[in-house]
């Protein structure tokens, strides 16, 4: 069963609003037209961290781009909107593989391999200690995202089948998060940053393991996708889209140590530095010049590929459209350089 839709929070990022405060990072002067876009994301330096170097940094402003952003709990209910009209574009985690597989969506952008954000959490005073300890237990995750994508690999990786050996509960991720802190579940499946909140309530549960274990067989990147018609009417925005996304990318990859401290202030100021700092390492990020060869040698439609091939399995996808289509990768190749 899918969440209902509950976008947690709208603010508007316009070129003017941010320019003030950019005089200390050198901003790029600020395009004078302006594109608005609806833009929903899901709450997560792994899917976030772009966007917000962008606004800060002034990248998004001087491609002329005004996003009305709007917060959500997961992908799923981000596609959700988007396919029901009231979103334009967004940024996720491993549902980029997912809706647009059933012709829902085109996908045009990879944020980063999603490389330790998903991590699976066990209670050894409910005596889960080893994988073997798993095999009739209650395990929690929200099903058809990145913790649920992982969760499946890591156990076939272990001979446990997910459909037989355990009892896999469906809940949104703060709820499979408190079930597990209550004691009412000894096993959970989450991303980053839910983590932080099991190891401050429960100091003894243990992480048994995280997807960097599985790369890159598994591998679970996140990204940007549009609605079809959009797709279709807005090629020259998507390319501004992907100029701003290349700068702010690089920017971020360079400069973390700068730009970090201002997004936990600015946007996360609920998570001590550290911790969003341990968010950043979890991730794999690559430069757009990078992503550019990704995309090319099909490597980057491989491991979208990969996901596809879960949610068809898991979610009885008929005929998916394969990731060499439902993927662009030319938007990005013409606007980057080699």
Do not use: C
Not at 69 to 75: D, E, H, Q, S, Y
Not at 122 to 139: F, N, P, S
Not at 240 to 247: K, T, Y
């Amino acid at each position: 069963m899918r969440e209902s839709i509950q976008p947690r929070r709208r603010q508007l990022i316009a070129a003017g609003v941010v320019a003030s405060g950019l005089g200390s990072f050198g901003a790029p002067a600020i395009a004078q037209s302006r594109t608005k876009i609806r833009m929903g994301y899901v709450d997560t330096l792994a899917v976030t961290g772009q966007i917000w170097t962008g606004v800060h940094r002034g990248h998004w402003a001087k491609e002329g781009i005004e996003f009305d952003l709007v917060k959500f709990n997961t992908g799923l209910e981000l596609f959700n909107a988007m396919i029901g009209g009231s979103l334009d574009m967004l940024s996720t985690g491993a549902v980029i593989s997912n809706f647009p597989a059933r012709g829902q969506g085109k996908a045009f952008l990879i944020n980063n391999i999603e490389f330790a954000t998903a991590q699976l959490w066990i209670r050894e005073d409910q005596g889960v200690k080893t994988w073997a300890d798993l095999k009739g237990k209650r395990i929690s995750t929200t099903l058809g995202t990145t913790a649920h994508v992982f969760l499946d690999a890591a156990l076939r990786a272990n001979n446990i089948d997910p459909t037989k050996d355990i009892e896999l509960i469906n809940q949104g991720m703060p709820v499979a998060v408190t079930s597990f802190i209550s004691g009412a579940v000894p096993a959970v499946a989450l991303w980053v940053p839910f983590n932080i909140q099991v190891r401050q309530r429960v100091p003894s549960a243990k992480m048994l393991v995280d997807a960097s274990a599985y790369f890159p067989k598994s591998a679970i990147v996140g990204g940007w996708a549009t609605r079809a018609d959009y797709y279709e009417k807005n090629r020259a925005i998507l390319a501004q889209v992907v100029r701003g996304w290349a700068a702010s990318n690089d920017d971020l990859m360079r400069n973390a140590a700068e730009i970090l401290p201002v997004i936990q202030s600015k946007n996360y100021p609920q998570v001590p530095l550290e911790e969003l700092n341990e968010q950043f390492r979890a991730s794999r990020y690559h430069t757009a010049a990078e992503w550019r060869k990704l995309y090319q040698d099909g490597t980057a439609l491989s491991w979208l590929q990969q996901v596809t091939d879960f949610y068809a399995r898991f979610g009885g996808i008929q005929n998916p459209v394969p990731s060499r289509t439902y993927f662009d990768t030319s938007i990005l190749v013409d606007n980057v350089k080699a």
